[in-house]
T-cell receptor, first 110, second 112 residues
Framework: RKEVEQDPGPFNVPEGATVAFNCTYS??????FFWYRQDCRKEPKLLMS???SGNEDGRFTAQLNRASQYISLLIRDSKLSDSATYLC???????????FGKGTKLSVIP | NAGVTQTPKFQVLKTGQSMTLQCAQD?????MSWYRQDPGMGLRLIHY???????DQGEVPNGYNVSRSTTEDFPLRLLSAAPSQTSVYFC???????????FGSGTRLTVV
């Protein structure tokens, strides 16, 4: 089983749609969780950290279920500028190493 | 505020050549890492450092060396370039475990 698995995508959605990405991780000792976005031929940029209580940042909502080892990202009212690859990222307890999923590509269509 | 600066942005090497990819950050971050990104593979950790004078291997360290003589700089050395090292290399830094990393803009390396 891969350490971090994501929906393979691509997701093609119209502007204004709501889209959800899912991610599972295999290491139950993982401590920290993140969503990054990566634009084509650019570096990954931190979108948001993910907390057990769930957290929201504008149109973006992230959820963590430690029992199921499952992470999600919900994007509401999609914009053209949301088109990117979304990376699910996990860090182990006491570790400095990030483990990345392969990413899910989102295309928001006019 | 420059963040994480990587040089060069592009490089073509011949098989067997050596080179150093430079990475510098001006945020006084203790943690720095090097990743490579290949199509269909995601980002994989090469080496990382938790402070000046301390480095350790990641998932794919073979063929690469690192050193951390200062907090700011974390160069990655390719000892004898091979075509399998053709990739995009990202340097990243963070101020604490559990915090997100800031990435540099990357170095696109082609080994022919």
């Amino acid at each position: 089983r891969k350490e971090v698995e994501q929906d393979p995508g691509p997701f093609n959605v119209p502007e204004g749609a709501t889209v959800a990405f899912n991610c599972t991780y295999s290491n139950s000792a993982s401590q920290s969780f993140f969503w990054y976005r990566q634009d084509c031929r650019k570096e990954p940029k931190l979108l948001m950290s993910v907390y057990s209580s769930g957290n929201e940042d504008g149109r973006f909502t992230a959820q963590l279920n430690r029992a199921s080892q499952y992470i999600s990202l919900l994007i509401r009212d999609s914009k053209l500028s949301d088109s990117a690859t979304y990376l699910c990222v996990v860090m182990g307890a006491g570790s400095y190493q990030l483990t990345f999923g392969k990413g899910t590509k989102l295309s928001v269509i006019p | 505020n420059a963040g994480v600066t990587q040089t060069p942005k592009f490089q073509v090497l011949k098989t067997g050549q050596s080179m150093t990819l430079q990475c510098a950050q001006d945020m006084n971050h203790e943690y720095m890492s090097w990743y490579r990104q290949d199509p269909g593979m995601g980002l994989r950790l090469i080496h990382y450092s938790v402070g000046a004078g301390i480095t350790d291997q990641g998932e794919v360290p073979n063929g690469y060396n690192v050193s951390r003589s200062t907090t700011e700089d974390f160069p990655l050395r390719l000892l004898s370039a091979a075509p399998s090292q053709t990739s995009v290399y990202f340097c990243a830094s963070s101020y604490a475990t559990g915090s997100g990393y800031t990435f540099g803009s990357g170095t696109r390396l082609t080994v022919v």
